[in-house]
């Protein structure tokens, strides 16, 4: 065989570095830690962030185990983060972030939302100082009192949907806890205000 074309060494050349850099440079960036040094905590997290989740539901008094990601979804944790690395399809470590949170949201909406219905204290936990005041505007009423929040959850199905919904975003975008009572009250006022005064 002759000696290869130099067009060809040179188009052998840029392909490396169209498709490697990015590559290379992606999982570079993904093992940098907070304090500068490069580890495969990331990835720890990434794919198994039960302290993180754990000290969330301990934060809004839920009593059940947090959850964790189950078999599929891991499995489409994993084909999420591929993609985002790719040497064509990289995309941003924000994009990546939201993308994999999107995976188990539904699911641990659904269980926030399980939550709330079921104990009066995970309310009061999640508003905080709202809570007195959201609980007088919106909780059921009867000729004595007004009800819980739970209450509320457990009977009104329109109200479970709204908040399950503004769970799953908050959850997507983040979860930080000091947007929680915000996202609870625009989801339950939307729905106990009559149409009348929306």
Known sequence: MGRPRLWRVVILVAALIYFFGPLVASIKYSLIQANGSYSLGNYAQILSNGALRSSMFT?????????RWSAAERDTARMVFAYACGPVTAKSPEWLARSLRRISAPRIAAQLCAELARRESVWTAALGDGYASLRHRCAPRTRIRSRGLAD??????????????????????????????RELEAAVVHVRTPARLA
Not at 59 to 67: E, F, M, Q
Not at 156 to 176: F, K, Q
């Open 152 to 181: 509320l959850l457990r009977a009104d199905a329109d109200c479970r949907a709204a908040v399950t919904a503004r769970l799953e975003r908050w959850v997507i975008s983040g979860g930080a806890l000091q947007e929680l009572p």
């Open 59 to 67: 934060s809004l008094d839920v009593t059940a185990r947090a959850p």
